[in-house]
């Protein structure tokens, strides 16, 4: 399969019809941006993310108060969590952020019905993180990407933002530019309700990025790992067993036109995506085959 790239580091303000500069100033979309993370509050980069944003945008964080990574799209507001005690840690100019003890998750559904009830956000923008997360194992667990496939439920347009090292300070500075154009990219301001994107940066100095390609998420590999007991204590039906995960030896599969290869190449590498797991093409199939299901002993002819 032939894989379609950008060229060196030019992409940072040219590639896939980005607009200039001065057009991009003109551009009044997104208005509204809301920013999260999974590293926390406290993580450098959605700062520099968010400053960066909100040269051009009404700017809101929301993240959590410590690092809530690998959390997927894990969610503690519903019926036993209705009140939240939120720290406004930041107003100034076009940003505000608030931070309080939830999940990435709770950020976005927070976030979108709270502060910014009133003026919906246009994008969010999860990141950006330290690993990554490519593949559909981690794409399945990640917090960073787990709130943007929230955002995309609640009918946000998202960006998961991945990949770099906290004191590449180049490398911060380099991809909250590249980002910024590329919000205002046909690629990012055409993304319908349910759909949002994940883009990985390689964790290498900025001359050696390759360039930027699309591509799909490798397939993931199964029982990469299994558990193993390794102790048990007590008699009769009351045992209490230690099982400790260990790895199987076995290793990833990885695709060649995948994202994690070309991810290996030094490439920054964007995956479109969207929510929903229903499969159409079986419902026909299903539904042909309801009479061979066993009937409901109660249910009325």
């Not at 003026?119 to 969010?124: E, G, I, K, N, Y």
């Not at 990141?127 to 194992?137: A, D, E, F, K, T």
């Not at 993304?191 to 883009?199: E, N, S, V």
């Not at 998420?217 to 199964?222: E, G």
Request: glycine share 8%; hydrophobic share 40%; net charge neutral.
């Amino acid at each position: 399969m032939k894989t379609h790239r950008t060229a060196g580091f030019s992409f940072l303000f040219g590639l896939l019809g980005l607009v200039s500069l001065s057009a991009m100033a003109a551009s009044h979309w997104p208005q509204n941006v809301l920013i999260t993370n999974d590293n926390g509050i406290d993580d450098p980069k959605i700062w520099a993310l968010a400053k960066a944003v909100a040269k051009d945008s009404d700017t809101w964080i929301v993240a959590a108060s410590k690092d809530r990574s690998g959390s997927s799209n894990y969610m503690t507001l519903g019926a036993d969590r209705r009140a939240l005690t939120v720290h406004r840690v930041f107003q100034q100019g076009h940003l505000t952020a608030y931070s309080f003890d939830g999940y990435p998750a709770d950020c976005v559904a927070f976030g979108i019905l709270g502060p910014m009830k009133h003026q919906a956000p246009d994008l969010v923008i999860s990141g950006i993180n330290g690993g990554p997360n490519l593949g559909q194992s981690s794409w399945f667990g990640s917090g960073t990407i787990g709130a943007a496939r929230t955002a995309a439920h609640m009918g946000i347009p998202a960006i998961a933002v991945s990949g770099l090292h906290d004191k590449d300070t180049a490398m911060v500075n380099a991809v909250t530019h590249w980002l910024v154009a590329f919000i205002h990219s046909p690629m990012v301001q055409q993304l319908q309700p349910g759909q949002y994107l994940t883009i990985a940066f390689p964790r290498v100095a900025v001359d050696k990025i390759h360039g930027v390609v699309v591509a799909p998420k490798t397939p993931p590999t199964p029982h990469l790992a299994e558990f193993e007991r390794v102790d048990s204590s007590g008699s009769g039906s009351d045992v209490t067993e230690v099982w400790l995960a260990k790895p199987t030896g076995k290793k990833p599969q990885i695709t060649a036109d995948g994202d994690q290869a070309l991810y290996r190449q030094n490439d920054i590498v964007i995956t479109p995506m969207q929510i929903g797991e229903q499969n159409p093409a079986a419902l026909s199939q299903f539904r042909g085959e309801l009479a061979k299901v066993p009937p409901w002993p109660k249910a009325k002819p």
